[in-house]
């Protein structure tokens, strides 16, 4: 069934005015009218990052192309859908388009979530050079993976508490895991963590539980490389648990690198979920290499017996919220200071060269104190130039073969044969 846009009405010129002064207003670009990206995702203003995930995957697995190909609109419904998404998931995009609509938001730097799957082989080894050269590419969950999950059609494996099990998933497919807990286990917390030694990329997924029961993606944490290995976590303890998004930092890093370490810490963000219920909670790795399967092991943990590690890092993360408030105002310090340094380096620079032209207009001046005439003295200067110039060395003469020698003897060398067989 074909989605019809809806129509626009005729607008009177006092609402035209009260939209104007709105910092959500739509933007015209050429004849293309831009919509107010809270509205597209139907999501309030003060929504939070897990509403604004939510609204953004139902839309998106609506509108996408592979399940409209018949229909024209959907694909630009989709398009819109992600651009939204990508103003208001980034925080400073999102504080900039809040006080000064999308005239404050670049276009041009929008990120868009690549589906590896419906990439095709060329695209995907463009999009694997590109991440080699360490272009930023951000990956989204294939949606025949979402759809599954959604209609519950998966198969789910049983993963117990403190056992891991070490699988092997395919490119842009993923493998299902159920956890059962209970109400003690649940009030100790739980972690579920994902590593792979051979540095496999993947994704490590969270799924909500619907009505109808099928499942619908909550969380997502992209594996991330320490040394040789990549690893992926979520942990449910009872109190806000921060992750620290690495892709707003690498986009930060290819435009300046002073930006790279003010901005290292703005991707550090709260989880939505901070604790679980008792029953059955289902995860997945999601394989998101580009050619090749991934190798990794999986393992559900209840937190109940690591107390000290709970405090040590609700610890670390109050310094690392703190450090992240000192780096704001550190960063216009430096800012100033870097100013003033660069404007005394082109101040020395000016002055060194005021310096040499005056000196030099001084020699030039002690040089006129002279009666001679300025011939006379070019060509004394010469002269004397010349006796200091290093005479050419001689060439060594080349030495001729024995045979030529011969040839020139002179008159008086004859050659006398003597028998010594006859006496004299």
């Given at each position: 069934?074909?989605?019809?846009?809806?129509?626009?009405?005729?607008?009177?010129?006092?609402?035209?005015?009260?939209?104007?002064?709105?910092?959500?207003?739509?933007?015209?670009?050429?004849?293309?009218?831009?919509?107010?990206?809270?509205?597209?995702?139907?999501?309030?203003?003060?929504?939070?990052?897990?509403?604004?995930?939510?609204?953004?995957?139902?839309?998106?697995?609506?509108?996408?192309?592979?399940?409209?190909?018949?229909?024209?609109?959907?694909?630009?419904?989709?398009?819109?859908?992600?651009?939204?998404?990508?103003?208001?998931?980034?925080?400073?995009?999102?504080?900039?388009?809040?006080?000064?609509?999308?005239?404050?938001?670049?276009?041009?730097?929008?990120?868009?979530?690549?589906?590896?799957?419906?990439?095709?082989?060329?695209?995907?080894?463009?999009?694997?050079?590109?991440?080699?050269?360490?272009?930023?590419?951000?990956?989204?969950?294939?949606?025949?993976?979402?759809?599954?999950?959604?209609?519950?059609?998966?198969?789910?494996?049983?993963?117990?508490?403190?056992?891991?099990?070490?699988?092997?998933?395919?490119?842009?497919?993923?493998?299902?895991?159920?956890?059962?807990?209970?109400?003690?286990?649940?009030?100790?917390?739980?972690?579920?963590?994902?590593?792979?030694?051979?540095?496999?990329?993947?994704?490590?997924?969270?799924?909500?539980?619907?009505?109808?029961?099928?499942?619908?993606l909550a969380l997502q944490e992209d594996s991330t490389r320490t040394g040789k290995v990549t690893s992926a976590g979520m942990y449910f303890l009872g109190f806000p648990v921060y992750r620290l998004d690495h892709a707003a930092n690498s986009l930060a890093a290819s435009k300046d690198p002073d930006a790279a370490f003010f901005k290292k810490l703005d991707g550090f963000q709260s989880c939505e979920v901070t604790e679980l219920k008792a029953g059955t909670h289902v995860f997945a790795v999601y394989g998101d290499n580009f050619f090749r399967s991934a190798s990794y092991t999986i393992e559900a943990l209840c937190a109940a017996s690591f107390a000290k590690e709970k405090e040590d890092l609700r610890t670390v993360e109050a310094q690392i919220l703190s450090k992240r408030a000192e780096l704001s105002k550190f960063e216009s310090e430096y800012r100033e200071v870097l100013a003033q340094f660069t404007e005394m380096t082109a101040r020395y620079t000016q002055e060194m060269q005021t310096i040499d032209l005056l000196l030099k207009q001084r020699n030039e001046i002690h040089a006129s104190y002279s009666v001679a005439p300025p011939g006379k003295r070019s060509a004394s200067k010469s002269k004397r130039s010349s006796s200091k110039e290093p005479k050419e060395e001689e060439q060594p003469r080349e030495k001729k073969p024995a045979r030529d020698r011969l040839k020139k003897r002179r008159w008086y060398n004859l050659h006398l044969k003597v028998n010594q067989r006859k006496a004299c």
């Open positions: 069934m074909k989605m019809k846009m809806p129509t626009r009405k005729s607008r009177s010129r006092k609402e035209n005015r009260d939209d104007e002064k709105k910092p959500a207003t739509a933007a015209v670009e050429g004849k293309q009218v831009r919509r107010d990206p809270y509205e597209v995702l139907g999501v309030q203003r003060n929504c939070t990052d897990q509403e604004l995930k939510s609204a953004y995957r139902k839309l998106a697995l609506k509108y996408h192309p592979d399940k409209n190909a018949n229909d024209p609109n959907a694909a630009d419904m989709f398009k819109e859908v992600t651009f939204s998404y990508n103003i208001l998931s980034d925080p400073d995009k999102r504080r900039q388009y809040d006080t000064a609509g999308f005239q404050a938001v670049e276009s041009e730097s929008q990120e868009l979530e690549l589906d590896l799957s419906n990439l095709g082989t060329v695209n995907t080894m463009f999009a694997a050079i590109f991440s080699k050269l360490g272009v930023p590419i951000k990956t989204t969950v294939a949606t025949t993976i979402l759809e599954e999950a959604l209609s519950g059609t998966i198969i789910t494996h049983p993963l117990r508490l403190g056992e891991p099990l070490s699988k092997k998933v395919e490119k842009q497919c993923a493998n299902f895991y159920s956890v059962s807990i209970t109400e003690e286990e649940a009030r100790g917390g739980l972690v579920c963590r994902v590593q792979s030694s051979d540095r496999s990329k993947f994704k490590l997924l969270y799924f909500d539980r619907e009505e109808n029961g099928g499942l619908s």
